[in-house]
């Protein structure tokens, strides 16, 4: 009839775009299960195109790979996690958690319920416990951050125990702030290191400490501010002097 309007024709079906972006997706997965890698659920895995999987790693449902992330063999990944432009080295364990533009060498775990974010380098064999936040920090092989923390702007050396609830206190209002925590150090529950600071070698700080200073190596600080912890013998001299 004339003058009769006539609908337009969507000549892109969504359903034929869901159809074939399920299809690409199903695709990568395919490519990744002929190398070798194990994926739980394909349905509920969704990998970029160009993203690397190590043989016999395995991945669980709900997990995202994308960008330019390379994942090492024998890992295991998920469930529930996103790794995006990331590497992660063998044998590497990631549970429910983000990892964003970092670097994990061989034998690190993660999670569950922990946030990686840019420039983390994670050294050989660290453990990464629940509810960490790690950023622009590198920590040295066979360090343990178990509960509960932030890791920002620091460099932490190996086989360092950082207890739970330790913050290290990077930004001042206008300036971040590095912390530096060397070998073989024991940081105690809920230390808050106010950066700059550096914590020595093989040196111990209580927990509840506020650090504002650094400590040298070997040494015990506590309190608030930390000071260091005087000798059995020394407080025995002071309870003398003062009878």
């Not at 960008?67 to 295991?76: D, M, N, P, Q």
């Not at 040295?140 to 125990?161: C, E, L």
């Not at 950066?195 to 111990?204: D, E, I, K, S, Y």
């Amino acid at each position: 009839m004339a003058g009769t309007r006539t609908k337009p024709v969507n000549h892109r079906d969504p359903r034929a775009v869901l159809r074939a972006q399920m299809e690409g997706r199903l695709d990568e997965c395919a490519r990744l299960i002929e190398s070798g890698v194990i994926i739980i659920d394909p349905m509920t895995t969704y990998l970029e195109s160009g993203v690397e999987v190590g043989a016999e790693t395995i991945i669980y449902p709900n997990t995202t790979v994308s960008g330019k992330s390379i994942i090492g063999e024998r890992c295991r990944i998920g469930p529930n996690t996103i790794v995006a432009d990331s590497r992660i080295g063998d044998e590497c364990v990631v549970l429910a958690s983000i990892i964003e533009g970092a670097a994990l060498e061989a034998g690190v775990d993660i999670g569950p319920f922990s946030h990686l974010r840019p420039d983390t380098h994670l050294e050989q064999d660290v453990h990464i416990g629940n509810f960490v936040e790690v950023k622009a920090a590198r920590l040295g092989a066979g360090t343990k951050v178990g509960h509960f923390s932030y890791i920002g702007d620091a460099r932490i050396g190996s086989g360092v125990n950082v207890g739970a609830g330790t913050v290290t206190c990077n930004y001042d209002g206008t300036t971040k702030h590095k912390t530096i925590i060397d070998d073989e150090a024991f940081i105690g529950s809920d230390t808050m290191l106010v950066a700059p600071v550096r914590v020595g070698r093989a040196a111990v700080t209580g927990a509840g400490s506020v650090v504002t200073r650094d400590v040298p190596d070997g040494v015990h600080v506590l309190g608030s501010p930390a000071r260091t912890k005087a000798t059995t013998r020394a407080r025995r001299q002071v309870r003398i002097r003062g009878e």
